[in-house]
C-alpha cells in the first residue's frame, strides 16, 4: 500500500490521471499545485516535502486558461477513492470548459 503523506507523493500520484484524461495541447498547458484548503482564496502552493492530512488540501489546476480544482482530498479513504476522486473533478472541469465542452473523458486506465 502506498503512504500518501506529503505533497510531492500525492502530486506523482495525480499525475498519470492529467496524462491519460487531456490532450497532448491540454497537457502541456496544464498547471495544478496542492494548496491548504483553509487558504483557498490566497492560491498559495504547498512545498513538496509538506506533510498533508485528510481533508487539510486540494488541488488546484488551470488547463488552457480555465481554473478548477478538487473538493479535500480524503487521504484516509486510501490511494483508489483518492484518484477515484480527482478524475472524477478533472471530469467536471473538462465537461464544463470551452476546450472540452460536454465531453465525456475517462481515464485510459486507473492505478
Known amino acids: 500500500m502506498i503512504e500518501l503523506k506529503h505533497v510531492r507523493d500525492v502530486k506523482r500520484l495525480l499525475e498519470p490521471i492529467f496524462e491519460s484524461m487531456l490532450s497532448p495541447r491540454e497537457l502541456q498547458s ?6 491548504r484548503v483553509a487558504d483557498r482564496a490566497n492560491g498559495r502552493e504547498l512545498p513538496a516535502d509538506t506533510v498533508i492530512k485528510t481533508n487539510d488540501t486540494w488541488v488546484r489546476g ?3 486558461g ?4 478538487s473538493g479535500s ?3 484516509d479513504g486510501g490511494v483508489d477513492a483518492l484518484v477515484r476522486s480527482v478524475q472524477s473533478e478533472l471530469q467536471d472541469l473538462i465537461a464544463e470548459s470551452h476546450f472540452g465542452w460536454g465531453e465525456l473523458r475517462n481515464p485510459r486506465d486507473l492505478p
Open 73 to 75: 482530498l480524503r487521504l
Open 30 to 35: 496544464l498547471t495544478f499545485s496542492l494548496e
Open 66 to 69: 480555465e481554473e478548477g480544482g
Open 62 to 64: 488551470q488547463i488552457l
